[in-house]
């Protein structure tokens, strides 16, 4: 059994990691805040959307890839639950759920996401940071739709 300060350690990381998710979500929701977004990822960090949503490689990129993003996706509220996160020193992973409504611009309406974020988190000087956001796509459907109807949105399958 681990001492009670590794273990007090472990779970105030555990809280930290989640704060930096919910963190990421809030910058997502108030109109996709590049600066803000960009600015939890390590330098070096990588934000992977797949084919869905793309990919961005460093802060600087990952800046590029969100500036603009609120005039296609108008309204965006994340859902994120069921964290399963796993420490190993100043290295964490996370397993996340996302459930998403959100407006997206190109389809003209409301839309549901449904994906998995598998992310690989760094400890540094500033604290926690996001060294790899990965997600994988369940769905991406048409409000009316539904995920039954139609999974996902032209051009958007993984």
Same mark, same amino acid.
């Given at each position: ?8 350690r ?12 919910? =963190?990421? @979500?809030?910058?997502? $929701?108030?109109?996709?805040? /590049? ?5 939890? !990822? ?10 869905? %949503?793309?990919? *961005? +490689? ?6 590029? &890839? !969100?500036?603009?993003?609120?005039k296609?996706? =108008?309204?965006?509220? &994340?859902?994120?639950? +069921? ?8 290295? *964490?992973?996370? &397993?996340? =759920?996302? %459930?998403?409504? @959100?407006?997206?611009?190109? =389809? ?10 598998? $992310?690989?988190?760094?400890r540094? +000087? ?11 796509? /369940? ?12 999974? %996902? ?6």
């Amino acid at each position: 059994m681990m001492d009670i300060e590794a273990r007090l350690r472990r779970l105030e990381d555990i809280e930290a990691i989640k704060q930096l998710k919910a =963190l990421y @979500c809030k910058f997502c $929701d108030d109109g996709y805040d /590049a600066d803000g977004i960009a600015g939890i !990822f390590t330098d070096k960090g990588i934000w992977d959307g797949g084919k869905t %949503f793309g990919v *961005a +490689n460093g802060r600087d990129e990952i800046r590029r &890839h !969100f500036i603009g993003a609120a005039k296609r996706v =108008l309204i965006a509220r &994340h859902q994120v639950m +069921n964290p399963i996160i796993e420490i190993d020193g100043d290295r *964490a992973v996370g &397993h996340w =759920l996302l %459930f998403q409504p @959100c407006t997206d611009s190109t =389809l003209g309406g409301a839309a549901w996401l449904a994906a998995t974020y598998s $992310d690989v988190y760094l400890r540094s +000087n500033e604290g926690w940071l996001i060294d790899q956001l990965k997600i994988d796509v /369940a769905f991406f459907t048409p409000y009316e739709a539904g995920w039954v109807e139609k999974r %996902f949105l032209d051009g958007r399958e993984p």
